[in-house]
């Protein structure tokens, strides 16, 4: 198990920016690869960025790159999602995730999940 939990969320303007963090539990952490999930009502779940356990590799959503960064400190247990030039399509629950594996853009492939914080991003 590995319980997670998200903070940072909240309401921002179009352009804006804002700072997500997934805090982890358990000292197994730093052998997981992380991954930032959102959910706009009436959507599907879809993948936004992912990090290797070591922090060296990330995959992005073409909707983010550029826009979104991915970062996390195996020390703290912690993992970051940097959110700037934010539009009104990025609003969503978002929730981070845990895989052993790098690699799958798939929610289904996410075997741990926290319990997701709201963006909400106004035009």
């Known amino acids: 198990q590995v319980p997670l939990v998200e903070s940072g969320g909240g309401l921002v303007q179009a352009g804006g920016s804002l700072r997500l963090s997934c805090a982890a539990s358990?000292?197994?952490?730093?052998?997981?690869?992380m991954g930032w999930f959102r959910q706009a009502p009436g959507k599907e779940r879809e993948f936004v960025a992912a990090?290797?356990?070591?922090?060296?590799?990330?995959l992005y959503a073409d909707s983010v790159k550029g826009r979104f960064t991915i970062s996390r400190d195996n020390a703290k247990n912690t993992v970051n999602l940097q959110m700037s030039s934010l539009r009104p399509e990025d609003t969503a629950v978002y929730s981070c995730a845990a895989r052993s594996r790098f690699g799958s853009m798939s929610f289904r492939d996410y075997a741990y999940w926290g319990q997701g914080t709201q963006v909400t991003v106004s035009s």
């Open positions: 990090i290797a356990w070591d922090g060296t590799t990330t």
């Open positions: 358990g000292r197994t952490f730093k052998e997981y690869t």
